[in-house]
């Protein structure tokens, strides 16, 4: 072998051990580090909630290059389960299972505060990313239970919620308020929000009680097989009294035609949906999700009508009792929002 040939064999040689040492680190490159976004039942909002903003977070990756782990070549991957709703989601954040979700803003604040259902459970570190829609407390009953109001759910099966939803926890707020227990009504069930509505218009359950942002084709499907959102009597009344104790709750009003059939406005009680995080949720992380979110704020609001009206200087401050996550703070500030 000539002196010419060796010399090409050793720098092919080269060439292939060079491709060889860089192979594992362009497998490096493409890895991903997850994080989970808690939401609620998969006919619900908070489903699509979670789910747009993983997408903002993807589409933001992919356009600017952002979401990558600071230091590493790892991309942030976003994954937005359904859930057992508002309590559930907090109380994973809480065990580090979960490093977002979306939450009431009533037990936003019972949770950091340690009242009602959080008594005793404190969770201290709970942190506020933003507020996100609005959800009117809805009673809806089904035409042949000729219920009216609150009141007329006397002696009737009622779905109350699943444990570990916002709206269970809600409801038996509510309750409270009226001065009833479970033995108001002839029974109780524990259906999770996507399957009450089934279980309403088989007459299965006289009403349920749910909180929720609107319009949502679940309550359209309700709707269309007779069953009506009842009207919450607030003034003077002792769920006036409850908005007044309390800035986590706002009267609320699901305008006329939201919903098939529907002719009149309904007035109501509501809480807002909000985003929320650990305090031991790296701030690189909570900063890029809200920059990902108030970056692409109109791709973000198509993802769900119920979205429509949000605005980004009530979302940094309505509905968020927890304190702000540093994070978040640092985008607000960039971006002359704080
Ligand atoms: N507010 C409900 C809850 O916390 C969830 C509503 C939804 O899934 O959109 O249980």
Redesign the pocket.
């Known amino acids: 072998m000539g002196e010419q040939m060796r010399k090409f064999i050793s720098t092919i040689a080269g060439a292939l051990m060079m491709i060889a040492l860089s192979a594992p680190l362009a497998t490096i490159a493409k890895s991903a580090e997850f994080f989970t976004i808690g939401?609620?039942?998969p006919?619900?909002?908070?489903?699509?909630?979670g789910n747009a903003i993983c997408k903002m977070m993807h589409k933001f990756a992919i356009s600017a290059d952002h979401g990558r782990k600071k230091g590493t070549n790892k991309a942030y991957r976003c994954t937005a389960p359904s859930t057992?709703?508002?309590?559930?989601?907090i109380g994973q954040i809480k065990e580090g299972e979960f490093q977002f979700g979306?939450?009431?803003s009533d037990?936003q604040f019972h949770a950091v505060n340690g009242s009602s259902k959080w008594e005793g459970k404190k969770f201290g570190n709970l942190r506020a990313v933003f507020s996100v829609h609005n959800?009117p407390f809805q009673i809806w009953a089904r035409k042949k239970a000729k219920v009216k109001d609150f009141k007329g759910l006397k002696g009737k099966t009622v779905n109350i919620?699943n444990p570990?939803?916002?709206?269970?926890?809600?409801m038996e707020e509510l309750m409270k308020a009226m001065g009833v227990d479970n033995s108001y009504f002839k029974g109780v069930t524990e259906l999770t929000?996507s399957e009450q509505v089934k279980a309403l218009c088989d007459g299965k359950i006289d009403a349920f009680g749910?909180?929720?942002?609107f319009p949502?084709g679940a309550m359209e499907q309700a709707a269309t097989c007779g069953a009506k959102a009842l009207p919450i009597n607030l003034t003077g009344g002792p769920v006036q009294g409850l908005i007044d104790g309390a800035d986590y709750y706002a009267a609320a009003t699901i305008p006329a035609g939201t919903y098939t059939g529907q002719k009149k406005d309904v007035t109501t009680f509501g809480?807002k949906?909000t985003v929320v995080t650990s305090a031991d949720v790296p701030e690189e992380l909570v900063y890029l999700v809200t920059k990902a979110v108030f970056e692409n704020f109109d791709a973000f609001k198509a993802q769900h009508p119920a979205f429509g009206p949000l605005e980004k200087k009530n979302m940094i401050s309505d509905g968020l009792s927890a304190p702000l996550h540093p994070g978040a703070i640092k985008y607000y500030k960039e971006a002359g929002l704080m």
């Open positions: 939401t609620g039942g006919t619900g909002v908070y489903f699509q909630t057992g709703g508002s309590n559930y989601n979306v939450a009431q037990w959800e919620g570990g939803s916002g709206q269970r926890g809600t929000s749910y909180s929720v942002g949502n809480v949906a």
